[in-house]
């Protein structure tokens, strides 16, 4: 079983949905989650990041940290076309200095 | 501010040969981290230098070195190229205590 596990899609829905992205890990250790979008041939951009178990809200995203079910997920609310990319989750231990441990990515793609 | 910067943007090797890849950290950034992201697959951790020493390593064989110079730039070396080495290599910076990585638009790799 890999560490952490994310749907790669693809993911298509139509412009003004809401996008639900998410991913379970293994690892009960993890303390610090992120959400990276990542666009076509660009370098992962770091979108949201949290520490612990709730909810994070900034703009349009939404993150949400579930530790007992160890489950990740990011809403994307009224989804645009620029939205279209990979977004990737990722995770790392407490007090380890690198080492973050990444899902595979879930392609989306916002029709307009 | 500046962000991370990598170069060469692209690269093509043949197998056997040695491939130096470059980093600059984003500004105020002391700690430098490498990934590699194959096709298809969320980035992997190589290895991180803080205070110019390697300070992790990810499950990746000797032939992959680094360096890490007193302005915090870095060098990825890999020698010995094999077929498989063909990826995105990502670099990485974050200051210490913090856990936040971001991330450069990457070099891309080509290993024939």
């Known amino acids: 079983q890999k560490e952490v596990e994310q749907d790669p899609g693809p993911l298509s829905v139509p412009e003004g949905a809401i996008v639900s992205l998410n991913c379970t890990y293994s690892n009960s250790a993890f303390q610090y989650f992120m959400w990276y979008r990542q666009y076509s041939r660009k370098g992962p951009e770091l979108l949201m990041y949290t520490y612990s178990s709730g909810n994070k809200e900034d703009g349009r995203f939404t993150a949400q940290v579930d530790k007992s079910s160890k489950y990740i997920s990011l809403f994307i609310r009224d989804s645009q076309p620029s939205d279209s990319a990979t977004y990737l989750c990722a995770m790392k231990l407490s007090g380890s200095q690198g080492n973050l441990i990444f899902g595979k990515g879930t392609k989306l793609s916002v029709k307009p | 501010e500046t962000g991370v910067t990598q170069s060469p943007t692209h690269l093509i090797k043949t197998r056997g040969q040695q491939v130096t890849l470059r980093c600059s950290s984003q500004s105020g950034h002391n700690t430098v981290s490498w990934y590699q992201q194959a096709l298809g697959q969320g980035p992997q951790f190589i290895f991180q230098y803080y205070r110019e020493e390697e300070n992790g390593r990810g499950n990746f064989p000797p032939r992959f070195s680094g360096l890490q110079f007193p302005n915090y730039s870095s060098e990825l070396n890999v020698n010995a190229l094999e077929l498989d080495d063909s990826a995105l290599y990502l670099c990485?910076?974050?200051?210490?205590?913090?856990?936040?990585?971001?991330f450069g638009p990457g070099t891309r790799l080509t290993v024939t």
């Open positions: 990485a910076s974050s200051s210490v205590g913090e856990y936040e990585q971001y």
